[in-house]
């Protein structure tokens, strides 16, 4: 019985893995994509895409879902929205390896958010791991004249957007199906990112075939796919464990970007890399 329950762990660690790969890719993928469509049509074709596949898998469970089902998918939804707005915006001002990285640093924000939020104090490993990725923020961003670039910033700001998603996600799936959660949050995104790129950005005309592929895979993969299995594989699994296996999403993003995109890194910003993988390992690895 208890080896079956280690296999069970082993195989659903594993599963994590292979998400924090897809994710890892998101960052090339959305680099490759905005060659093609701008931020918010990308978010809206990514997004309708996740939400049609679980809305068609889940259609029984959809049927009978209650109206207050919707509202905690709706904000939460809301929160993921922001989120990846900002990053993609970001995108256009900062490298894809580079944001990969700061983009992890939501893993370090989280705990102080749910202090502000809760008024629970985190432990001194947090407070550690908040200033060992404050170093590593400077070392990855700052240029000779001592300033942040504007992609940077965004990054930073876009993270802190998706602790926020951590949080409320972690608050409603208590009380909600997680599956349901899930199916409303991606067509919460999916409709207020359509809105809003109808209303703010010129229609997509050069969707070439590459274009197409990059968003198809965006949605269906990094989207669909991911999430669904992190759902399935924390159920199995040390939330400890799950944190630390996902923040490898920043090192194959990383090496990734080095390796398609041809994106040099200099060593310093090899060193505010590592600060900020060790500031995320210094909070989760209790």
Known sequence: MEENSVKTRLYADL????????????????????????????IAIRFILAFIVLAVVFRKKIMVQQRSDLKGGIIVGTILYIAFVTQMIALQYTSAGKQAFLAGTYVVMAPFLYWLISKKKPDRRSFIGAVVCFVGIGLLTVNTTFRMGFGDSLTLFSSLFFAAHIISTGYFAEKQDTIILTVVQFGAVAILSLISALVFEPFPTNLALNGIVSMVYLGLFCTCIAYFLQTVAQKYTISTHAAIILSLEAVFGSILSVILLGEAFTLKMVFGCIAIFAAILITELK
């Open 15 to 42: 599963t994590l893995l292979v998400v924090a790969f897809l994710w890892g890719t998101t960052f090339v993928a959305s680099k490759h994509a905005l060659s093609y469509a701008t931020p918010l049509f990308i």
